[in-house]
């Protein structure tokens, strides 16, 4: 949401994906505190686990209502902190989903648009001036005890991130990928207490 927030004040349109629809709204609602400009932020109701077809359909038809995506960060995800041998096979499964298969559904629909130039507010955007960012973790760069399957699937995202990097050099859009550690985050607190 801090991003979001960053980029509502820079002038950016912003859109914020969510399971959540009151959190949602709660969150647009932050935004337009000072300026009200209600026509600049938008919300979608998905959820990110979805299969691809969902995410398409949804993510097309939102494209259509609001225009182009100059920036895209993929920041969905949560942790599961057990022993690999405790960590039941549903909760693997919904790791990979949420915390991988998001983004890269995600981008694998998005790409194409972002990738044709465009003119909005009378100013020229090629794709070279566009971004794609993709928050892994600190755990893709070292896995630890009792996060196996967590770091399993953000190691996911960071070799995806890595290869689209490469990809997309010469064309853009340009690909970031950012390793922050632990944050202090509802979700962290949940993730601690089914294990520690």
Do not use: W
């Amino acid at each position: 949401l801090a991003l979001a927030h960053l980029f509502y004040n820079a002038g950016a349109s912003v859109t914020l994906i969510a399971r959540d629809i009151p959190r949602l709204r709660e969150a647009k609602d932050s935004l337009l505190v000072n300026t009200g400009d209600a026509n600049r932020v938008h919300i979608l109701p998905l959820d990110l686990g979805a299969t691809y077809s969902r995410i398409e359909q949804e993510l097309t038809a939102h494209l259509s209502r609001v225009g182009g995506v100059d920036i895209l960060v993929n920041c969905a995800g949560y942790a599961v902190s057990r022993s690999f041998i405790d960590t039941p096979a549903e909760a693997i499964e919904s790791l990979i989903k949420t915390n991988y298969l998001a983004s890269a559904y995600v981008v694998k629909v998005l790409l194409p648009h972002m990738l044709k130039p465009c003119t909005r507010n009378g100013v020229h955007i090629h794709s070279l001036d566009r971004r794609i960012v993709f928050v892994s973790s600190m755990a893709a760069q070292v896995s630890v005890f009792g996060f196996a399957a967590y770091s399993a699937s953000k190691y996911a995202v960071r070799g995806l991130a890595e290869a689209l990097r490469m990809e997309l050099e010469s064309t853009g859009p340009f690909v970031t990928l950012a390793f922050p550690p632990d944050t202090d985050t509802p979700g962290l607190a949940v993730s601690f207490t089914l294990y520690f």
